[in-house]
Each structure stands twice: as C-alpha cells, then as structure tokens.
T-cell receptor, first 110, second 111 residues
Framework: GQNIDQPTEMTATEGAIVQINCTYQTSGFNGLFWYQQHAGEAPTFLSYNVLDGLEEKGRFSSFLSRSKGYSYLLLKELQMKDSASYLCAVRDLRNTPLVFGKGTRLSVIA | ETGVTQTPRHLVMGMTNKKSLKCEQHLGHNAMYWYKQSAKKPLELMFVYSLEERVENNSVPSRFSPECPNSSHLFLHLHTLQPEDSALYLC??????????FGEGSRLTVL
C-alpha cells in the first residue's frame, strides 16, 4: 500500500523559518513533489526531489532522504502570502500517477 | 494562470440531474487527469488519460463517466450523484510523468 503523512496544520510568524515534514511508505520510489495551494486556487508546483539531499529555490528548499522515507519543505523569511496548504506527493513507480498526502495548512501570523 | 482551464467553477445539482465538467489544457501535454479534493482528505486520483487513452480508473463509481475526445480536452460527465460526491474536482495535465499542472477546480455541490 501507499501512505503519506504530513501534519494537518502549522502556524508560524512572519519573517521566521518553518519546516513542513512529510513521511511516506510506498512500494517503490520515483520522485517526491511539493505543491502549494492557496484557498480557492489550483495547486501549483514548488519542488521535485528524486535523489537524496537538498534542493534550493529562492526562499523555498526541499530535502529528501530515501532511506528514511522522509522529506521536508523549508520556507525562509516567511511572508503573509505564504499562508496556504502545502501538499506532499510521491510517485512510487516510473509511469504511475502521483499519490498525495492530506496537505499541511500553514498560517503565517504577524 | 496555469494553462489549464476548468468550467464551470461552481455547480449545484440535484441527485437526478445530469451535468458535465469541462477541462481544457493549452500546454501541449499528452496526459490529463481528474482528481477529487474533499475536506480533510488527500487528493484522490479518479481517472488518467494518456494520449487520449484511459490508463487508470481508480474504482470510481459509474455515476462518474470521463471522456477525452482529444489531447487538449477532458470531460467528466455526472449523473445521479449523491450528496457525498460534493467536493472540488481538479483537472490536471502533464507531459509524460512530469509535474502536474492543475486547473482552478470545479466546486460541486449535490443537494
């Protein structure tokens, strides 16, 4: 089976750093994606990891450890507009569709 | 603007109605998807079309019927739905197994 876990909700302060964790158990592994979804809007692609390590893209970074079945999304210098749901998704086999976690709703407060 | 357009954005229907959701992608992708998003649940994959051929059907009730007439258009035909089918229905496209590009979704309410 497939199981993807992430915290349901998180709150962080404007200007701070927040780390959103994702753990997964899948039969195989062919990449992990993070998406951002603002309320009432489409999910948008943030990052992709297929090898162990850190991928940095501006204020956002994503880390992967395949041996631990673990990833995190790191958001630096938080802004109010970062308040959104963050979805972790895994592809278990090469040509299979993504399987999503329930998402983490992040609230950024002043 | 993600290049994937869904209509209607909101739909209210009775259990005996027949309606359709439409999705159009302008990205030249070769795969299209329907996902269901309910509160407090993960995005659930419903159907996948690759090169206009349905390649996945995740045990979705027959009251949902997809149609993919060409690589740019995808429909979801709805009939005799139940109140528990109320959800946000998201269309997405991709080039092969690359990242998904989502539409804004169609918010469906079944009375």
């Amino acid at each position: 089976g497939q199981n993807i876990d992430q915290p349901t909700e998180m709150t962080a302060t404007e200007g701070a750093i927040v780390q959103i964790n994702c753990t997964y158990q899948t039969s195989g592994f062919n990449g992990l994606f993070w998406y951002q979804q603002h309320a009432g809007e489409a999910p948008t692609f943030l990052s992709y990891n297929v090898l162990d390590g850190l991928e940095e893209k501006g204020r956002f970074s994503s880390f992967l450890s395949r041996s631990k079945g673990y990833s995190y999304l790191l958001l630096k210098e938080l802004q109010m507009k970062d308040s959104a749901s963050y979805l972790c998704a895994v592809r278990d086999l090469r040509n299979t569709p993504l399987v999503f976690g329930k998402g983490t709703r992040l609230s950024v407060i002043a | 603007e993600t290049g994937v357009t869904q209509t209607p954005r909101h739909l209210v229907m009775g259990m005996t109605n027949k309606k359709s959701l439409k999705c159009e992608q302008h990205l030249g992708h070769n795969a299209m998807y329907w996902y269901k998003q309910s509160a407090k649940k993960p995005l659930e994959l419903m159907f996948v079309y690759s090169l206009e051929e349905r390649v996945e059907n995740n045990s979705v009730p027959s009251r949902f019927s997809p149609e993919c007439p060409n690589s740019s258009h995808l429909f979801l035909h709805l009939h005799t739905l139940q109140p528990e089918d109320s959800a946000l229905y998201l269309c997405a496209s991709s080039q092969g197994t690359g990242e998904l590009f989502f539409g804004e979704g169609s918010r469906l309410t079944v009375l």
